[in-house]
């Protein structure tokens, strides 16, 4: 009798079980329909609770042309996610003596400027001082060829410092360029390799590589697209993925990303000791990883974003609750929100549901008057960054410089979302600039002159 009491309960427990888990994939369907029917969201999401997945669906394709659905086994281009993966490397190497965190750079680089200032550490942590490679004007010319650790050094060593070594942070891709050329060096093997043979291979990382060599096939690795007009998708434009050896330079699938968080926290790549002293909440990245307080608990989480593909894991170590979104879109709705509110639900919390962006009809002659020249201030993500809005066929755009343009969509009362950037701008009524919202930020841009 007690047994099939048991049974009875057991049988209960799974169908509440079983209910739960329906009610949110119901959930986050129902959340995600807006972002893919509008085209701004195009790839994969997994969610998992300890050993328990809650959640792996595809949406989109992975190939528009060819009409290639994505599906929960596509390898998407991880972008920055690729940070975490080259800093573990680095703490592999100082585990084997092979260096210290606190090496100056000038050890294994000895003909970097300043490189006797400059720590492992303070590549590791963004405090080294050293310009953002992405920012330089020569870079764009540079991304669309095979570049090397050594041969995108040679591109920033020589520019000055932004600041003095450790005295504060500033996120910049370089450090970690120099990250690759040091593993090179102390690990005796090309980054790929190096980061195959001791990361990949011994955490059965098997849909997860480095794209060093244009020349390779990758199966199942998804073509990168960018937001056009209102609904529309187009190429990204092409880069040779060397050129982010050690930022951004990987693939992977939702899978292998969540099996890499639950080998991280549980020390089987570095010691469990070394996990809980990084994964500790405090200002910015550190050695790959950002560290805050999310819906009450402390969230660990890293998230990227490279031409044609954006991505985002978030990992609640206290519940080991894991959520990873990669897409191929370089809409950032893969980062903020969507990562962000899926991790909400799963915790139970209320998430707003989006609506669909509604274009709204709008006077030429209003249009005409918006038409100038923008600086943003120092706070934004590329500090006095200047812009140009323009009207081209009738449609109003954000010229961001290098041939880099981003379509806005009127929405009525005086606003408009920027698609690329997942931001919605407010015009000012008085006409000296403009509001521009995006990661639950805003950032006041003020009009330098007008166009004739």
Known sequence: MRKLKFAACALLFGMISCAQETTLGARIDQYLSPFVLGKNFTGAVLVSEGDKVLYDKAYGQANWSLNVPNSTRTRFHIASISKPFTAAAILLLAQRGRLGLDDPVSKHVPDYPRGKEITLRHLLTHTSGIKNVNDLPEYEAASRFHQTPRTLIDLFQNKPLNFDPGSRYEYSNSNYNVLAHIIEQAGGKPYGDFLRENIFVPLELRDTGHDGNAADVIPNIASGYQPRGVAELENAPYIDWSAKTGNGSLYSTTSDILRFLHAYRDGKLVPKSTVDQLWTEKPGNNFGWFVRRSNGELVVSTNGRSPGFTSSAEYYPARRLAVV??????????????????????????????????????????????????????????????????????????????????????????????????ARIRMEQDGSGFVYSTSGRDFKVRKVSTLR
């Open 325 to 422: 979104v990669l897409s191929n879109s370089y809409s950032p709705v893969s980062q903020t929100p969507i990562a962000d509110d899926i991790a909400a639900m799963a915790l139970g919390k209320p998430v707003s549901m989006p609506g669909r962006i509604v274009p709204v009809p709008i006077d030429p002659s209003q249009l005409q008057r918006l038409e100038g020249s923008y600086r943003f201030g120092p706070d934004f993500f590329r500090p006095n960054a200047d812009v140009t809005l323009r009207i081209e066929s009738g449609q109003p755009l954000l010229d961001w410089g290098n041939q880099f343009r981003t379509s806005l969509i009127p929405v009525g009362n005086g606003e408009f979302v920027d698609r690329q950037f997942w």
